[in-house]
């Protein structure tokens, strides 16, 4: 069982940044990759990044590559997002999940409650 916390969200005008972290508690933290994902109103929750176990594969949408950086601190049980030049469209509710490794919320088997990003332009 995984339990998963995030933090870091809030209002950011464009071109700012912004860190999101992802704490997780339980022992089995490790074993799993973990994947950020957001989901704006009135849209699905789309794919943003995902990072293995061992942090040694990471994959991004191509919405944010270049702009975002997720890595993994597994000593610390937290994964981390870290969002540069953000725009108004990267406003959304962004949740980590911890599952195998996948663009598909489906894959994931825990969700955090989510952290709410807003860039105003």
């Known amino acids: 069982q995984v339990q998963l916390v995030e933090s870091g969200g809030g209002l950011v005008q464009a071109g700012g940044s912004l860190r999101l972290s992802c704490a997780a508690s339980g022992r089995t933290f490790r074993t799993y990759a973990m994947g950020w994902f957001r989901q704006a109103p009135g849209k699905e929750r789309e794919f943003v990044a995902r990072?293995?176990?061992?942090?040694?594969?990471?994959y991004y949408a191509d919405s944010v590559k270049g702009r975002f950086t997720i890595s993994r601190d597994n000593a610390k049980n937290t994964v981390y997002l870290q969002m540069n030049s953000l725009k108004p469209e990267d406003t959304a509710v962004y949740y980590c999940a911890a599952g195998t490794n996948s663009n598909l919320p489906r894959q994931y088997d825990y969700w955090g409650q989510g952290t709410r990003v807003t860039v105003s332009s």
């Open positions: 990072i293995t176990w061992s942090g040694g594969s990471i």
